[in-house]
């Protein structure tokens, strides 16, 4: 709980780091291994030899994650103030200031200016996504899906598998996480990121429906967004997209809030990734800034209600194992 209001009280004030509101490791894992990667994923190679590039790559970041997470979970027991550096290392694996930072710096210019202009810089990094081939209706687009997948895989994920295996499993986590979102492209992946994605499908799977549950529960404390319609949109088969593009999440946001959200896009390096749509029949795409500013709502309150769920589960915790609790 203290690393998740770490996370939010100087994400918000300091801002992301290098342009980027992901989570540090991710960041990290980016510049160590990032270009090798791209060295490794060369276009013109087979689908299956860029598989099998894929696995070995993925096996050696998961293998040094494991170490590292079971390193800094060592020092932790030797040492007497061990706490603190487990509190430090899963506070640099996740993330939520830094996303109301971006997207709040978004929504004032849009609100001020009536334009996106030089306001989408981090959204554009966090998602790879190259927003200057789109209008600003696509940017917010954009920002919204943020709020939903970083809320997901930067949040309640990450705290998920802490509390499930402690460090070294986090650790796992976080850097297969990072490569989906480096080399993944949304699941439009030409070979090399099918083992990335499957082992975060396989992680991330049960997480992603509870954030998904956690943004419908805040649809009830959002203005004007109406949780009865997130009900309806779990059962439906039109406008629902793939788990690698968002799929739960982004539907916990684009049917409370009334709107369509996703769409093809471009990444940063210049490729088209042939997104699908999310949301109700008959929703308006052409987001504006007030749309944004309910979806920053709903990640916010998602924050507060993953908090108080964690509250209760450790106050609760706590009285089972107490004497004659």
């Not at 509190?87 to 001020?112: D, H, Q």
């Not at 959200?261 to 987001?287: C, F, H, M, R, Y």
Request: proline share 4%; glycine share 14%.
């Amino acid at each position: 709980m203290l690393a998740i209001l770490i996370t939010m009280v100087v994400g918000m004030v300091a801002g992301p780091f290098r342009g980027n509101a992901n989570p540090f490791f991710w960041i990290f894992y980016d510049l160590l291994w990032g270009k090798a990667g791209d060295r490794l994923n060369r276009a013109g190679r087979s689908r299956g030899d860029l598989i099998f590039r894929g696995f070995l790559f993925t096996v050696f970041g998961v293998v040094f994650a494991f170490f590292i997470g079971r390193g800094v979970a060592d020092m932790g027991e030797s040492l007497r103030d061990g706490s603190t550096m487990e509190v430090v290392f899963v506070t640099l694996c996740l993330t939520s200031g830094t996303v109301w930072f971006i997207l709040l710096r978004l929504y004032f210019a849009m609100e001020k200016d009536g334009s996106s202009k030089g306001a989408y810089f981090g959204i554009s990094r966090s998602t790879r996504f190259n927003l200057n081939s789109t209008d600003d209706f696509g940017i917010v687009r954009a920002g919204i899906g943020y709020a939903g997948n970083s809320f997901d895989k930067g949040l309640v994920a990450p705290a998920f598998w802490y509390m499930l295996g402690g460090v070294p499993v986090l650790a796992v986590y976080s850097i297969i996480s990072a490569f989906s979102w480096r080399f993944g492209r949304c699941g439009h992946t030409n070979g090399f990121g099918s083992v990335m994605l499957a082992l975060e499908k396989l992680m991330g799977f049960v997480p992603a429906y509870l954030s998904g549950f956690l943004l419908a529960a805040a649809a009830a404390m959002t203005p004007t967004a109406r949780m009865s319609k997130i009900l309806s949109a779990w059962w439906s088969v039109k406008h629902r997209v793939t788990y690698e593009q968002g799929g739960p999440v982004l539907t916990a946001l684009a049917w409370p809030l009334d709107v369509m959200i996703g769409g093809p896009v471009q990444d940063l390096s210049g490729d088209k990734i042939p997104n699908g749509w999310v949301g109700p029949e008959g929703a308006t795409a052409q987001l504006e800034h007030v749309h944004l500013r309910r979806a920053i709502y709903m990640h916010f309150m998602g924050c507060l209600l993953f908090l108080a769920v964690l509250g209760g589960a450790y106050l609760s915790s706590g009285a089972f194992f107490s004497p004659g609790g």
